[in-house]
């Protein structure tokens, strides 16, 4: 499976995406500090960064082909209990399919299969600047 290159935000807080095709992503991160608010709960920009990431990923590597880019339109994201350790997983299903943008619907749950947050990502299609 293709891997972003070291460095990028989802390799910094440990994002694991461990499938993905045009329609369905699932993935997951550790809980750790490098993910924490203050307050000992998952910061709310990680869910948020991690259904981004999700999203675009699988939209990038669909219409790659075609010369275009995949990158973040909108994310809406809600929180639903807070989660202070273990793991949090994620499944991105795909809702639309359109020639300039994608919608992805994520949903998150903790170690015992609980939903702790929803998200909504559309993602942006466009041509490939760099050729």
Same mark, same amino acid.
């Given at each position: 499976?293709?891997?972003?290159?070291?460095?990028?935000?989802?390799? /910094?807080?440990?994002?694991?995406?461990?499938?993905?095709?045009?329609?369905?992503?699932?993935?997951?991160?550790?809980?750790?500090?490098? /993910?924490?608010?203050?307050?000992?709960?998952?910061?709310?920009?990680?869910?948020?960064?991690?259904?981004?990431?999700?999203?675009?990923?699988?939209?990038?590597?669909?219409?790659?082909?075609?010369?275009?880019?995949?990158?973040?339109?909108?994310?809406?994201?809600?929180?639903?209990?807070?989660?202070?350790?273990?793991?949090?997983?994620?499944?991105?299903? &795909?809702?639309?399919?359109? &020639?300039?943008?994608?919608?992805?619907? /994520?949903?998150?749950?903790?170690?015992?299969?609980?939903?702790?947050?929803?998200?909504?990502?559309?993602?942006?299609?466009?041509?490939?600047?760099?050729?």
């Amino acid at each position: 499976m293709p891997k972003p290159p070291p460095g990028r935000l989802g390799d /910094v807080l440990g994002f694991e995406i461990t499938e993905f095709d045009d329609e369905r992503v699932v993935g997951s991160f550790e809980v750790t500090d490098a /993910v924490r608010q203050p307050f000992g709960i998952v910061h709310g920009g990680a869910y948020a960064a991690m259904a981004e990431s999700m999203a675009s990923v699988a939209t990038y590597f669909a219409v790659a082909s075609d010369g275009s880019i995949a990158v973040g339109q909108n994310n809406d994201t809600s929180f639903l209990r807070p989660v202070s350790e273990g793991t949090v997983s994620a499944t991105a299903t &795909r809702r639309h399919r359109g &020639r300039t943008s994608w919608i992805w619907d /994520v949903e998150f749950s903790d170690g015992a299969g609980r939903p702790c947050a929803l998200a909504r990502v559309t993602i942006a299609v466009r041509p490939n600047p760099a050729g």
